[in-house]
Structures are given as C-alpha cells and as structure tokens.
C-alpha cells in the first residue's frame, strides 16, 4: 500500500466580493431577435456547443463550443449563431466584481477558451440545478461554485478582479438605460421611467442625460433605429413588421424617422447592406 498526504496551505488571496444574480441555458432556434443590449451587472457567456459570433460597437469575435466572454457592465453586445451551428450557451449575470488588465483602469471583456470544456460547462450545470432546485445550502452552494469559476478564470487570463463602483451611472439611470435596452419595443413614455425608478420625471431625464449625453426618449429612439438597422439587414421582414417590432406606432412615421437619421428610406438601407450572393 502506498500512501502520500498532502498539506494545504493557508489561503493567500482575498475573497471575491461577487454574488450570482442569474444564470438561464439557451439555444438559438431562430426566435431569437439579436439585438445590442447591455446591463448594470457583469455578464457571463460560455459556448457549449454550436458556432457564432459576438458583437460589440466596434469589435466583431468568432466564437466557438468551449469560448467564454466576460461582458463589462454598461458594455452593449449580443451573439449570433452561424448558420448550421446553432449556438448553445450559459449565461450568468454577476454583480459586484468585473475585471481589468494589469496596468489599465478600465474594465474589459475577456475572451478565453478552455480545451476542457467539460469542466466550466460543470460548474455552470450545478449552479442550474442548484436554481432550479432550490433547497438547504443551495444559494451558498452557488455562490462557492460561482467563486470557483472566477477563479479559473483569473488563473487562466491572469486579469485581476475589481469590485464594482457607479463610476459609470447611478443606479437608477442604469436601470433606466437596461429598462429601454430591453423594452425599447413597447409603448414606453417619461412617465413610464419615473414610475419605475420613483425619481421626479425631470431629474430623472437630466440626471440620464448627463451619463449618457442623450434625454431617455432620445435614447430610446437610437435604440428602436439600431434594432431596425438590424432587422432590416439580417432578416426579411416587412417594413411594416420591422416598425412594427421596434416600436413605432405606424409604418410611415418610421419611415420618416429613418430617412431623417440615415438620409435614406428603410428599403434602400436594406439594398445598400443586402450580402453579396
């Protein structure tokens, strides 16, 4: 018989102050509308099977069974699968840590893949079960798993873990900023923001203004455009069915409001951005 022990050192690095907000597994099965969003919180997103891409503003990432993204707060970004490889993923929303390069102040995204993918795709699956089932310990079981995740995932990218601040916004104009990103299709009014932040109607749209340069309606609209832009390149719905979707009342008030941003009508977009064949 052989036998070798093994001592374990005393611990040497200070605990991460984060806590699981969510963490939801899905598949794109083609009813999934892909348009830029964002969140006051720190996002997770791990491919476990299927090909796609991951898009922010101005960068553009291929990614893969295996690829996890970390999405700063604030940071707009959506994934769209390749045709043929449907994307499945976990995403898990984190609050109170995101993660920064050594010598920088900013938070980033942070690309890794892990060749054992098996092992990220396990801690996801038990933080599931454990939502899922909820009983005695199942909220701390989640929490010791969602520290475990982080830290691999420091081990693996050497990024260094910040505590989160509202250097960016207050809570009550991200929450605005989240509310349009997500809803930007209803019939959304100031009067609709000041009931579910409780703040006064004309603080509240000074006090957005001031984080985001835009009044919230002004904010709304570029976002009803963005998702219009998107439609009308990567779909063939009708113009009435995009206005429609987006939020516009009628279909030639949408028109009107297109050509006026992008000095062109919605179906000349769509020529001028149609793919090559």
């Known amino acids: 018989m052989s036998h070798?022990?093994?001592?374990?050192?005393?611990?040497?690095?200070?605990?991460?102050?984060?806590?699981?907000?969510?963490?939801s597994f899905s598949k794109d099965e083609k009813d999934w509308k892909s348009v830029f969003h964002s969140h006051h919180f720190t996002e997770i997103f791990f491919v476990v099977n299927g090909e796609g891409n991951f898009l922010f503003r101005d960068k553009t990432y291929h990614i893969?069974?295996?690829?996890?993204?970390?999405?700063?707060?604030?940071?707009?970004?959506?994934?769209?699968?390749?045709?043929?490889?449907?994307?499945?993923?976990?995403?898990?929303?984190?609050?109170?840590?995101?993660?920064?390069?050594?010598?920088?102040?900013?938070?980033?995204?942070?690309?890794?893949?892990?060749?054992?993918?098996?092992?990220?795709?396990?801690?996801?699956?038990q933080m599931l079960y454990e939502v899922r089932?909820?009983?005695?310990?199942?909220?701390?079981i989640c929490q010791n798993l969602l520290e475990i995740l982080l830290l691999r995932i420091?081990?693996?990218?050497?990024?260094?873990?910040?505590?989160?601040?509202?250097?960016?916004?207050?809570?009550?104009?991200?929450?605005?900023?989240?509310?349009?990103?997500?809803?930007?299709s209803e019939h959304i009014t100031?009067?609709?923001?000041?009931?579910l932040t409780h703040m006064n109607k004309y603080?509240?749209?000074?006090?957005?203004a001031k984080y985001t340069g835009k009044s919230p309606i002004q904010y709304l609209n570029q976002r009803r455009m963005e998702a219009a832009c998107t439609l009308l390149?990567?779909?063939?719905?009708?113009?009435?069915?995009?206005?429609?979707?987006?939020?516009?009342?009628?279909?030639s008030y949408f028109t009107q409001a297109f050509r006026k941003k992008y000095g062109m009508t919605p179906i000349k977009y769509r020529q001028q951005n149609a793919p090559d064949t």
């Open 4 to 23: 070798r022990q093994y001592s374990i050192q005393s611990p040497n690095i200070e605990k991460l102050n984060a806590w699981l907000l969510s963490i």
């Open 64 to 125: 893969k069974t295996g690829d996890l993204v970390i999405i700063p707060p604030y940071m707009e970004h959506t994934e769209q699968s390749i045709k043929g490889t449907p994307l499945e993923y976990y995403v898990i929303g984190v609050d109170g840590v995101s993660f920064q390069v050594a010598d920088t102040q900013a938070n980033v995204q942070v690309f890794c893949n892990f060749s054992n993918k098996s092992l990220i795709a396990d801690l996801l699956r």
């Open 133 to 140: 089932n909820p009983s005695c310990g199942s909220d701390k």
């Open 154 to 184: 420091i081990r693996h990218r050497h990024v260094i873990p910040v505590a989160l601040t509202s250097t960016y916004m207050t809570k009550e104009c991200a929450r605005i900023k989240e509310y349009l990103d997500s809803n930007y």
């Open 190 to 195: 100031l009067d609709t923001l000041t009931r």
């Open 203 to 208: 603080y509240m749209a000074h006090s957005f």
């Open 233 to 251: 390149k990567d779909t063939d719905y009708s113009i009435a069915s995009i206005s429609s979707t987006v939020g516009f009342s009628s279909q």
